[in-house]
């Protein structure tokens, strides 16, 4: 006597359905990810550079607030932005920075003139001005302005007043 057999025998996918499916799902992740990785490291450059132009202002407030000159130093080797008490000098390089704010490791800071920045300073008085600056906040892979993917930060001189705007091929 046979059994019962509920399935046929060849129940199944055949293997070349199965490369099939495989081949559609390659391509689907292929077209994907370059897009999606594309748009977190625009993500990363845009915090990197809202958390310093964040702290230009604070330190601007604090300038204001306690009527004493304070300096935001900018260290791209070190990667890292903090807050310093008067004016800035290289001997406060190796200070303990306890009020430190780390840069994003993909994230490089440049000068207006297209020289990346090692250690730089913005100061603040107690009258709100500044020493003035024209950043600019690009990926660490980027040349200076080349790919337009970044950020310019601007601290007008009189005003002391901190700006960010996308650049031109961001803004599209």
């Not at 304070?70 to 001997?91: C, H, Q, R, W």
């Not at 440049?110 to 990926?139: D, E, H, I």
């Not at 996308?166 to 803004?171: G, I, L, M, Y």
């Amino acid at each position: 006597m046979k059994a019962f057999m509920p399935f046929k025998k060849n129940a199944g996918f055949s293997l070349i359905e199965l490369l099939v499916v495989m081949v559609i799902i390659g391509l689907i992740v292929g077209i994907g990810l370059p897009a999606f990785s594309g748009s977190v490291q625009k993500a990363s450059i845009r915090s990197g550079a809202s958390q310093l132009a964040s702290a230009l202002r604070a330190v601007r407030a604090k300038s204001v607030s306690e009527k004493a000159i304070f300096s935001l130093v900018i260290d791209n080797e070190k990667k890292i932005i903090y807050p310093l008490k008067g004016m800035y000098s290289p001997e406060d390089r190796d200070a303990k920075k306890a009020l430190a704010i780390d840069i994003p490791p993909d994230i490089a800071i440049w000068k207006k003139n297209g020289q990346r920045v090692r250690v730089t300073s913005v100061r603040f008085s107690p009258m709100g001005t500044s020493s003035g600056a024209t950043l600019y906040v690009t990926s660490t892979d980027a040349s200076f302005y080349d790919d337009g993917v970044g950020y310019l930060i601007e601290v007008d001189l009189i005003s002391g007043r901190t700006k960010m705007f996308p650049t031109a091929k961001e803004k599209q």
